[in-house]
């Protein structure tokens, strides 16, 4: 068998690794594609092998393929049981794997959920993080419910380096699980201030992260913030505070003045480029925030920009463009200050580099006035010529229209000049703008009423030449301004100084080859035109010029008629029979002018985009009620379309044109593809199939050619926008002659001297007068409407599951789901130790039952002391029994120690906070660190006395209160039946899956057999927790859980949960114990064999939190104590006074024992070998049902079920240091017998002992 | 929060990829050719940011980049990071990899990519800076590789031997040859902290 493995391996030697893969791969310049298939066919002969250490070659292997861009999902099994490698180097490849190539749909994630948790409580702090590391990859809702306590546990670690990990991972799981946020928040909050400055700033980064999104939640956070911003030096975490700022200061604007000063100082004392410039983006936003006004935010504004102005003036590029970004945050609200350094700006529009352009275009935004617009546009204008790229030029474009139109056309002064610019903008070549710049030309036409005239012109140069836009099928976009034109022809056709002309060029059959959409419209508007010349044809004295349009259109339009477009072919033919009608009536000699343009009469008022959502409901109107009676249900309901058909068919038929069966249709085609092979003019393939009318008599025809449109082209009768530049010039010039003239006469006149306010420098804006007197035209709104705004959030966002109410009290049913036994009706206390390997995924829904149960309670307490006052006092002990009974005495079974603690805590501290933010934002000089501490502590006692007197309850009502839980755990039993049966099914399922993969999958198997003992539980067992007491004294209380360690044989690891009692802040403990010559604590590097390992935390009232601690010990086979003391500074708001805690720390012979799956066969080959010493024991009046007993014995003594048959069952447990336990347990009756095997005596009589003692205290 | 973090070369090879969001190894390549394409074509002398391609992030997401040499390192972001903070960490990022690689060159990031992502896993986790602390980073980095080098131990030591000889009868070998073997010089920027 060795000699195998020894072959294998040498074998595998010759494996390719990852370094000679690549090698390979660049060897293979030419057939790469083929080698690296062959590699795959490898690798997957590799992955086949029995041996670790060849899979995680070829898994590592595999990442790297990946990278290059092939799937190897088939592969993601593998990379699990590479994962579950007890060696770090494997276990970090097969992390890697995970990390690159799984996520949410990758089923075999769930499988993962116990490696992961082992992983996470591994004492080696790299198996730790490498899972974290992985896991922050791919972690799924399902992952993120399974194991948010067991990291929420890990944020308190030893390690910084774990915390920090921790800290940061907690992000992703609040992502995917956001009911975690709240019960974990407390603790994130407390890491603001952990010892460890990478601890720190993760925290930081977390809260920074989730407060980006919800700022609300997290401005009772600020004074917190504030005083780390004052105190830290890591820029990393100044710049993350300083970015937060700028997220909360909009809610709350007494932040920001409160900011201002720090900030200013920071700007000015602050060397690093990054953090002046987030402190003065974060003084932007203050000041935007802020009204305006006062007088010395002036002076904040001026600073900044004149930061920004030194940042833009760089020469670095990248400050050059944060500048300019900064920059245009203020524009928004000062856009004086801004403009100041129009300059600049300009210039950087010439600069190189291509970000800092855009970034200066979106300045210029602001920049523009009445005065300057022109000037600004026209060097747009040059630069959209010169433009290289289509995305800078299209930019240029959206940027131009945008400045032009910003504001309902605030600057723009001469409508024509405007008119024109678009114009020009539509020779941009392969612009995806088209729409935008119609839309513009369709806004000003109709919204402006001075300009049509004008408008109409160009546009009918525009249709004239459209041959010159569509020249080219690929500059299709531009083909959406002839939509524009067609539009403005037609409707505003009254204006057009030569219709006729219009009405041909719009009649070209060049515009068969227009997208449909622009057909129609031509179709349509070719009608207004016809409308408008027959008029002006009939008045004039022959009638014959009037007849020849009818017969113009009646010739061109059946073009139209002919299109595959659905709309065009519709609306010409309606035009095409109303044409025909009118020539005849035109036969007759019939006047039809002023009807035909009645039928176009009236005109189109511009509607806001919005204006049918907001018209309002009329009062007494319900939307949602019936307008007739609802149909009775009996009616079926198949019954009404079948009648709707029946009625529709025979229409249906009629409006079809005759049909023709297919015989005669493959005929015609047969017919038609001859006479086409017969014709000589025929043009096979051409773009359109439709019949070209080339030749029509009366129409010039207009050649089409291709010009090269990048010189700049001026189009005859096209007026160009710089004409109007000078002509606005020498206007302006006129003006201000004249004003003076004017003022002048005015200063003869008054001869006071006062009026010297305008004469010279540059004019103000007021002064330019238009050219053009327009009338610009608001888009119609119906009445009432609403003015609100509410509609542009994004449902989709997965932040938004992230808006939650953090200073609200933690209410108990929004506890971390945390593992529990199979069987245990109530979640056992927060472990991540090796027993808990054996829990499935989620109890959450058995879970939710009890806690209900306890809420109810509650409620009912407080309903209680609604009623009567005098039983207030009797209240009172409900409760302080209550929380004793969950806070987990010493002899009650201990459940959710941790977190109820942590709900009496939280309303208290947080109602603290919330008042002492106003308080702190009304100006009042920041308390320090303790001092804040201590009102905190103050308030909290004022606010909860009750609570805070838990600690003294009397004993002897116990067991009432108790009772009466357990009672209505019953009774809510059977509401819960239905969910728990589907959860049931679930977890089936999955076990199905567990079984499939057994074999590869032995590490993470380690929870079936437990299952196995209990999955037919009909009664849920009491809850259980290995937590027990180990010291309390009024201060604190110490319960602690010792686990041994899998993969270490001679370490222990200890979890000590310590609870402040009392209403002071405890702090600097120091956590020592004397070492025995078997049994040491593990000290960090460098500290003497005699120094107390420090708690790195501190304990606020009423919380709670746990440490771990690792002991070596050499021998296993006895039970030990050490002595130990807990020193610590209980402060309070005067004094604080050194305490110390003795405790005694009992290792059992448990603690030695690791719950590890045992097979069958396995187990029966273990018993016959021989090698194990037998022993046994009978314990006697047992009062409990079987499943319960051996569910008592895997959870406190870490066995794990082989198998089960009726009263006697076979269980399996090994020690750290390899040695087996085998029990064979059976009932009957009240006695209980177990016989036990084992290969160490003395460790098994001890073990014994302890099961015995266990049965005895119940 | 950073969305991606690339490494190629001047030609497009990618180097190291990592999407802190799941995208198919279709995109993922899409994204890497679209990023190269935006990259490459801007000089030197330029800034370092970009807006984002179509493919990856939006209008909220920045490319922030730097090139050392022939290849390129470039961070996908959005606005919750600072810019220069990043620019900062891409600099200690390649001075880590110069210090654990000893004068790093692209050859170093071809054969070992898996160590890169190690060493990147120090510095950035699930897409949140983790730390910006070169000496604590290599000392992780090394405390981890010396794990992995014990729990070889004797084991490895006839694996070490076979690649060594393998190493001896290719032609190439990474450091001698001349593709891309210029080594990254890492100019000493001052540094913003």
């Known amino acids: ?58 898994v590592c292997k595999l990442t790297y393929l990946q990278m290059l861009g092939y799937d190897v999902s088939w592969a993601a099994f593998n990379i699990v049981e590479v994962m579950s490698s007890s060696k770090f180097t494997y276990k970090r490849i097969g992390y890697l794997a995970a990390s690159q190539c799984f996520h949410e749909s990758t089923d075999v994630i769930m499988l993962t959920t116990n490696q992961i948790r082992k992983d996470l409580s591994s004492p080696n702090q790299y198996d730790t993080g490498v899972a974290l590391t992985g896991l922050s990859c791919f972690v799924t809702p399902d992952l993120a419910r399974d194991l948010a306590n067991d990291i929420m546990t890990l944020m308190s670690h030893t390690k910084p380096y774990i915390r920090k990990k921790a800290v940061l991972i907690m992000y992703k799981v609040f992502l995917k699980y956001p009911e975690s946020l709240r019960p974990a928040f407390p603790r994130l909050k407390e890491k603001l201030e952990d010892p460890d400055p990478g601890v720190q700033s993760a925290a930081v980064n977390v ?225 995806r703008h088209g729409h935008l710049i119609a839309s513009q030309m369709l806004d000003v036409a109709i919204r402006v009423k001075a300009i049509r005239i004008f408008a109409v ?329 609403l003015p609100s705004d509410d509609d542009d959030k994004d449902p989709n966002d997965p932040h938004k599951a992230l808006d939650i109410d953090l200073d609200k009290p933690l209410a108990d049913s929004e506890k971390l789901p945390v593992r529990s036994h199979r069987a245990a009706k109530v979640a056992k206390s927060p472990v991540e130790d090796g027993d808990a390997e054996n829990t499935p995924p989620s109890q959450e829904p058995k879970k939710k039952s009890s806690k209900e149960k ?74 320090s660190n303790t001092q804040e501490a201590a009102t905190v502590a103050a308030t909290a006692e004022a606010d909860s006395v009750p609570e805070a007197t838990s600690g003294t309850a009397p004993d002897s009502d116990h067991d009432e209160p108790k009772n009466s839980e357990l009672e209505e755990t019953k009774s809510s039993k059977h509401k819960k039946k239905k969910q728990k049966k589907e959860k049931e099914e679930k977890e089936k399922k999955k076990k199905k899956k567990h079984h499939h993969h057994h074999r590869h999958h032995s590490d993470g198997g380690a929870d079936e057999s437990v299952q196995n003992g209990t999955v037919e539980d009909e009664e849920p067992l009491p809850p259980m927790s290995n937590y027990c007491l180990l010291a309390e004294n009024s201060y604190i209380k110490m319960v602690c859980d010792i686990q041994g360690n899998l993969q270490d044989g001679s370490q222990v690891v200890v979890s000590v ?18 070492d025995s010559l078997n049994s040491k604590l593990q000290r960090p590097e460098g500290s003497g064999p005699h120094d107390g390992f420090t708690v790195p935390f501190q304990l606020p009232p009423g919380v709670s939190n746990e440490a771990r601690l690792v002991f070596t010990v050499q021998s296993i086979v006895m039970p030990q104590k050490m002595k130990g003391t807990l020193t610590f500074i209980v402060k309070n708001e005067d004094s604080s006074i050194h305490e110390k805690l003795d405790f005694k720390l009992h290792f059992t012979c448990t603690s030695y024992l690791i719950t590890t799956p045992c097979y069958s066969d396995a187990f029966a080959k273990l018993l016959e070998s021989g090698d194990l010493k037998c022993s046994s024991v009978r314990l006697e009046e047992v009062n409990m049902p079987f499943h319960h ?37 059976k009932t009957s009756g009240q006695t209980v017998s177990i016989d036990a095997k084992c290969d160490e005596p003395t460790l098994l009589g001890n073990v014994l002992d302890e099961i015995k003692q266990t049965f005895s205290q119940c | 929060m950073i969305r991606a973090i690339l490494i190629f070369n001047n030609h497009g090879k990618p180097r190291l990829s990592k999407f802190y969001e799941h995208y198919t190894e279709d995109t993922e390549q899409q994204i890497i050719r679209e990023t190269f394409h935006l990259v490459s074509k801007r000089d030197e002398n330029v800034c370092n940011f970009l807006e984002g391609g179509m493919l990856i992030g939006g209008s909220d997401y920045k490319l922030i980049y730097r090139h050392y040499a022939t290849l390129y390192f470039v961070f996908c972001v959005d606005s919750s990071e600072s810019e220069l903070g990043i620019l900062d960490l891409i600099q200690v990022f390649v001075e880590t990899l110069d210090k654990c690689f000893e004068n790093v060159c692209e050859l170093d990031l071809i054969f070992h990519v898996d160590k890169v992502h190690n060493i990147l896993a120090e510095m950035v986790m699930g897409g949140m800076v983790l730390e910006t602390n070169m000496n604590e980073i290599i000392m992780q980095v090394d405390a981890q590789n010396k794990m992995e080098k014990s729990e070889a131990g004797i084991a490895g030591a006839p694996a070490r031997a076979v690649s060594a000889v393998k190493n001896m009868n290719l032609p190439e070998m990474p450091r001698n040859i001349n593709i891309g073997d210029i080594s990254i010089k890492v100019p000493n920027l001052p540094s913003f902290k």
Not at chain 1, 381 to 393: C, I, N, P, Q, S
Not at chain 1, 569 to 595: D, F, G, N, P, T
């Open chain 1, 854 to 927: 306890r809420e109810k309670k509650k409620d009912k307490d407080r309903d209680r002391k609604k009623s009567k006052e005098e039983k207030k006092k009797k209240k009172h002990k409900h409760e302080e029994k209550e929380e004793d009974l969950l806070g987990g005495e010493a002899d009650e079974p201990v459940v959710q120690s941790e977190d109820t603690t942590e709900v009496v805590a939280l309303p208290t501290s947080t109602n603290a906070e919330v008042s002492d933010l106003d308080f702190w934002l009304s100006n009042a000089p920041v308390p």
């Open chain 1, 1 to 58: 068998m060795a000699l195998k493995i020894v072959k294998g391996s040498i074998d595998r030697m010759f494996d390719k690794n990852l370094q000679d893969l690549v090698r390979g791969i660049r060897n293979h310049k030419e057939d790469e594609a083929k080698y690296i298939s062959t590699c795959i066919d490898e690798i997957k002969q590799e992955l086949k092998q029995d041996n670790i250490a060849v899979k995680a070659n070829a």
């Open chain 1, 457 to 785: 012109a160009q546009m009918a140069t525009l249709l004239d030449n459209a041959h010159l836009l569509t020249g080219n099928m690929q500059r299709n976009g531009i083909c959406e301004v002839l939509y524009a034109a067609a539009w403005i022809c037609g409707e505003f056709s009254e204006h057009l100084e030569n219709p006729m002309q219009t009405l041909e060029a719009m009649l070209r059959p060049k515009v068969a080859t227009l997208p449909g959409h622009i057909q129609a419209v031509y179709v349509q508007n070719a009608a207004k035109l016809f409308s408008t010349v027959l008029k002006s044809q009939e008045g004039s004295t022959e009638g014959t010029a009037a007849q020849e349009t009818s017969q113009l259109m009646i010739d061109r339009l059946p073009l139209f008629v002919q299109s595959a477009n659905l709309e065009v072919q519709e609306r010409a033919s309606c035009i095409l029979q109303l044409v025909k009608y009118i020539q005849k009536l035109q036969q007759k000699e019939v006047e039809v002018a002023e009807e035909v343009s009645a039928l176009f009469a009236g005109e189109l008022n511009p509607v806001a985009p919005k204006a049918q959502k907001k018209v309002p409901v009329p009062e007494g109107l319900d939307l949602d009620a019936w307008i007739n009676e609802p149909p009775s249900e009996s009616e079926s309901e198949d019954e009404q379309p079948k009648a709707i058909f029946a009625k529709e068919e025979p229409k249906h038929s009629r409006s079809r044109h005759t049909e023709v069966d297919e015989k005669e249709l493959a005929r015609r085609r047969e017919a038609r593809k001859q006479e086409q092979a017969n014709n000589p003019f025929y043009i096979k393939a051409s773009p359109s199939s439709q019949k070209v009318y080339q030749e029509s008599p009366g129409v010039e025809h207009i050649p089409v050619v291709q010009i090269d449109l990048t010189v700049p082209l001026k189009v005859p009768g096209l007026p160009m926008s710089d004409q109007y530049l000078k002509l606005e010039e020498e206007r302006r010039q006129k003006e201000r002659a004249d004003k003076k003239k004017k003022e002048k006469k005015k200063r003869k006149e008054k001869r006071s001297g006062r009026g010297r306010r305008h004469d010279s420098g540059p004019e103000s804006e007021e002064d330019i007068t238009p050219a053009h007197m327009v009338d610009i035209v608001t888009e119609e709104m119906p009445e009432n409407a």
């Open chain 1, 207 to 431: 809260i920074c992260e989730l407060a980006r999104r919800n700022p609300k939640n997290y401005l009772s956070l600020a004074p917190l913030f504030f005083k780390l911003m004052t105190s830290s030096t890591n820029n990393w975490v100044l710049i993350k505070i300083i970015k937060l700022f700028g997220a909360l200061t909009p809610l709350e604007p007494r932040l920001g003045k409160k900011l201002i000063e720090p900030l200013t100082n920071l700007i000015h004392s602050t060397s690093a480029m990054s953090l002046l410039y987030e402190c003065v983006n974060t003084v932007i936003a203050v000041l935007i925030s802020l009204s305006s006004g006062m007088p010395n935010h002036s002076a904040s504004i001026q600073l900044c920009v004149q930061k920004l102005r030194i940042l833009i003036e760089d020469s670095d590029q990248n400050l050059k463009y944060l500048g300019l970004l900064a920059m245009s945050k203020i524009l928004k609200t000062h856009p004086k200050s801004v403009q100041s350094h129009k300059d600049l700006i300009l210039q950087c529009l010439d600069d190189k580099d291509e970000s800092i352009r855009l970034r200066a275009l979106d300045l210029l935004y602001g920049m523009v006035s009445k005065k300057n617009l022109m000037e600004i546009v026209k060097k747009l204008m040059l630069h959209v010529d010169k433009a290289e790229g289509t995305t800078y030029r299209d930019e240029l474009l959206t940027k131009i229209i945008d400045i032009c139109s910003q504001s309902n056309y605030q600057y723009i002064t001469n409508f024509e000049w405007y008119i024109s610019i678009l114009v020009e903008l539509t020779r941009l070549e392969g612009t």
């Open chain 1, 1057 to 1074: 949960i310590f609870e402040n009692k009392c209403d002071s802040l405890l702090k600097s403990m120091e956590f020592n114990v004397l």
């Open chain 1, 1189 to 1225: 007993l051996l569910a008592r014995i895997c959870f406190h003594h870490h066995f794990s079920v082989v198998e089960r048959i009726d009263s006697c069952a076979s269980m399996y447990s090994r020690s750290i240091q390899g040695h087996h336990v085998c029990l064979l347990v």
